[in-house]
């Protein structure tokens, strides 16, 4: 039997005392794009897979969560996308970022050669982050989402994730 020709990638980040920092793109949706220290709880979510017989054969998901600063195990917390009306600070010619506020999230899909962003856009999107465990070195978490992404495919997931939990100092 031979090996799965399929390449998968996971990073799932929790950051304590921290706030999810957005990049706002050209079409005005908002895409994870970092992560300051503050007063909140930040979940990053990133899943790829490359079809290593192929150049192109990729595709990855980005999602990010900002929770309020106390979680509790057990809670589940609501999430809806940053409103688009959102202001944003040029920090470039070609970064334009914002905090996310608690309960909004972000999605971006990419799956070669066509990306998409979430938005505001009716029907909305939706999701939900359950907190199941947590201890000192990671957190985790039952995620449901229903991202309307109207120019690829909608993202539907419902599964939990084991993310590797960064402590407040940044170690």
């Not at 990729?58 to 409103?83: D, M, N």
């Amino acid at each position: 039997m031979g090996r799965d020709p399929i390449r998968r990638t996971n990073d799932y980040r929790w950051y304590d005392d921290s706030i999810c920092i957005t990049d706002q793109i050209y079409n005005g949706a908002f895409e994870y794009h970092d992560v300051v220290w503050g007063l909140g709880t930040c979940l990053y979510l990133e899943t790829g897979a490359f079809d290593t017989r192929t150049f192109d054969g990729a595709g990855y998901y980005r999602i990010g969560f900002q929770l309020p600063h106390k979680v509790e195990v057990g809670q589940t917390y609501t999430f809806s996308p940053v409103p688009a009306d959102r202001t944003a600070i040029a920090v470039s010619d070609n970064h334009k970022f914002s905090a996310l506020r608690t309960g909004e999230f972000t999605v971006f899909l990419y799956g070669k050669p066509s990306m998409d962003w979430m938005t505001d856009r009716d029907p909305p999107s939706t999701a939900e982050v359950r907190i199941e465990s947590m201890q000192s070195d990671r957190v985790e978490a039952h995620v449901k989402i229903h991202a309307v992404l109207p120019e690829i495919v909608d993202l539907d997931l419902d599964r939990k994730f084991t993310a590797n939990r960064i402590a407040s100092d940044g170690g």
